[in-house]
């Protein structure tokens, strides 16, 4: 079994920074794509960034710019790092991960809780 768990979420004031990371743990086993997606109040959750296991990226339109996603694979993590942030980047963020069990078995996507980030003043 693996399991994600998020961290760094927090209130932080508009154009400030929160590091987020997510760690991976269990055993024996591949990760693939690693992202993270958010969940605002009263909206559909979102993709915010991935990362592929060559390193590409991919962002939101929203967040171009701003965030950046950087993974290290002998740590299992990947973190996102936001910058100049805005009230309406507050929501939950949650991590998301395609895993494989080195047992064998098909690659499934993982799920951290969501960790809060709110951004205000």
């Known amino acids: 079994q693996v399991q994600l768990v998020e961290s760094g979420g927090g209130l932080v004031q508009p154009g400030g920074s929160l590091r987020l990371s997510c760690a991976a743990s269990g055993n024996d086993f591949n990760i693939y794509t690693m992202g993270w997606y958010r969940q605002a109040p009263g909206k559909q959750r979102e993709l915010v960034a991935t990362i592929g296991s060559g390193g590409d990226t991919n962002y939101a339109d929203s967040v171009k710019g701003r965030f950046t996603i950087f993974r290290n694979d002998f740590k299992n993590t990947v973190w996102l790092q936001m910058n100049s942030l805005k009230p309406e980047d507050t929501a939950i963020y949650y991590c998301?991960?395609?895993?494989?069990?080195?047992?064998?078995?098909?690659?499934?996507?993982?799920w951290g809780k969501g960790i809060l980030v709110t951004v205000s003043s």
């Open positions: 998301n991960c395609d895993i494989s069990l080195t047992s064998g078995g098909l690659t499934e996507t993982y």
